[in-house]
């Protein structure tokens, strides 16, 4: 018969409501002992350990009572699965609080005078992030920039069941960035074609890169290819006909 059940989350405490919410028991009402008080890491993820404690199931004189018993009721079944023991059930509203938090700390030690403008569809997080120093923040090549987006989409979805993307910008500079790549790969295809070579766009971070492939995806004549390794890496955009044939120039003979 169990008489134990585990419960873990973000802290001790959150840990011990579950296993209220669970138990349908006031979580004050409940003999538990601390395995793991948790740890939250370098900014929640690095590191981050969750607390797990194990309650002892009040007993009644029907038995134990259950983790899926109804107020009231007791049964001296095995445990069974509950929902809370997944992803936290975490709202959007709050997910963004504790993503815009994080990149606001961040961002602060980068650049001051920081301000985040937030716009949000059912599956994207947009936020404009502004500063004293915007190329601070955008980086060489955006790198810092799109370290920043990886980061606040971790945090911003850590405790979502459903994943929401999160997309960064500086004062416009992503927006005007896509757009020129846009421009740029058109261009350079339509060289690709005319000429039949292979022409190269330019090294690129992994979104930009990503982009040049969307943006030819359907364009005729021309397939994209990444070339080389590591996080940067060189753009190319080949002919789909290949190159022309090579003229040899004709040499009249020397007399002997």
């Known amino acids: 018969m169990v008489s134990h059940k585990e419960f873990e989350g973000r802290s001790v405490e959150d840990a011990l409501n579950k296993a209220g919410l669970d138990l349908h028991i006031d979580p004050r009402q409940l003999e538990y002992e ?3 008080e948790g740890a939250s890491g370098i900014f929640g993820l690095v590191g981050a350990k969750k607390a797990k404690i194990v309650v002892t199931l009040p007993v009644t004189p029907m038995g134990f009572i259950s983790e899926t018993a109804e107020p009231g009721k007791t049964t001296n079944k095995a445990a069974e699965p509950h ?4 992803k936290d059930t975490t709202s959007i509203d709050a997910a963004m609080e504790q993503g815009n938090a994080f990149l606001t700390t961040v961002a602060e030690n980068i650049s001051h005078g920081i301000s985040i403008e937030s716009t949000v569809t059912p599956h994207k997080v947009k936020l404009n992030l502004g500063g004293a120093n915007p190329a601070m923040l955008i980086g060489r090549r955006g790198e810092t920039l799109e370290a920043l987006q990886y980061l606040t989409e971790k945090v911003t ?3 979502l069941a ?3 993307r999160v997309q960064l910008d500086v004062e416009g500079y992503m927006q005007n960035r896509r757009k020129n790549i846009r421009h740029l790969s058109l261009r350079l295809a339509e060289k690709a074609k005319r000429k039949r070579r292979p022409v190269t766009v330019g090294k690129m971070p992994p979104h930009e890169r990503r982009l040049v492939h969307v943006t030819l995806r359907d364009e005729s004549g021309v397939r994209t290819q990444s070339v080389g390794s590591g996080f940067i890496r060189k753009m190319m955009i080949y002919p789909e006909n290949g190159p022309p044939p090579r003229r040899y120039k004709h040499h009249p003979r020397r007399a002997r």
């Open 34 to 36: 601390v395995v793991n």
């Open 162 to 164: 459903k994943r929401v």
């Open 157 to 159: 979805n850590k405790e």
């Open 83 to 86: 929902p809370a023991d997944g």
